[in-house]
């Protein structure tokens, strides 16, 4: 592909200019239902109140003047691509799609998602006029059926942080030591193996042994309390 000559380049400012990204934001922030591109940009259009485009807050931009082939050298030089509307802030369609747009999106101004829509009865004899006649009846029927449409809108706020759900930790775990529970000394097992006088062994074994362990979670939690209340800080004690 051959390099664009310099006179060709910088013509037209590729940045998003802030003329544009207000009046843009203006439209889809203002507009009750969502929008298509082709929305954006005919309601752009019909502003009234726009700025030419220059802004002081970006390069200085003057519109070129319309350009004619000319002979350079030998060599003839064709006229750069001119937008249809050169002096608008949102001077084309393409710019309006690859510039402005992403630039909101990129700034969380607004969104672009996808949904089902039925194209109005102007939108269908519009596109059918291009339908040859004998298939205009097939295509009639298809473009009346829902069809996926990409549409524009204010960006959705997250939602609210869920409440967070009551705690079920255990005194002990709260406290950060282990969660202690009857199971973890035998409460609950099958003794049904052993004969009569070894299952009342075990069953005294296992009523000291659950004894113990709730004295010693206990003392375990007055430990951990009283070493908080020494750590807390200064200015928690002079209140």
């Given amino acids: 592909m051959a390099a664009i000559p310099s006179f060709r380049k910088n013509l037209w400012p590729r940045h998003c200019l802030p003329s544009a990204r207000e009046l843009v934001h203006n439209i889809v922030i203002s507009s009750k239902t969502p ?64 510039v402005v747009l992403p630039d909101l999106v990129n700034s969380k101004k607004v969104e672009k998602f996808c949904t089902k829509r039925t194209l109005s009865q102007v939108e269908i004899d519009h596109r059918l006029q291009t339908v040859t006649k004998a298939a205009r009846k097939e295509q009639a029927v298809l473009l009346a059926t829902p069809r996926n449409t990409w549409l524009w809108r204010m960006t959705t706020p997250p939602p ?75 200015s928690v004690h002079s209140q």
């Fill in 35 to 98: 929008l298509s591109t082709k929305d954006i940009y005919n309601l752009a259009l019909k502003q009234t109140t726009i700025q030419l485009v220059s802004d002081e807050s970006g390069p200085q931009h003057n519109v070129p003047k319309k350009e004619h082939p000319s002979i350079v050298r030998g060599i003839t030089r064709q006229p750069s691509t001119r937008p249809p509307h050169p002096e608008h802030a949102v001077r084309s369609l393409q710019y309006l799609k690859r």
């Fill in 160 to 234: 609210p942080p869920k409440p967070l759900p009551a705690s079920t930790l255990s005194k002990s775990e709260l406290l950060g030591l282990p969660r202690l529970t009857a199971a973890d000394v035998g409460v609950g097992e099958d003794w049904s193996h052993l004969n009569k006088r070894r299952q009342r062994a075990r069953k005294e074994k296992v009523e000291r042994d659950l004894k113990w362990m709730w004295t010693l979670q206990a003392a375990k939690r007055e430990a951990a309390r009283e070493a908080l209340r020494l750590n807390a800080p200064a």
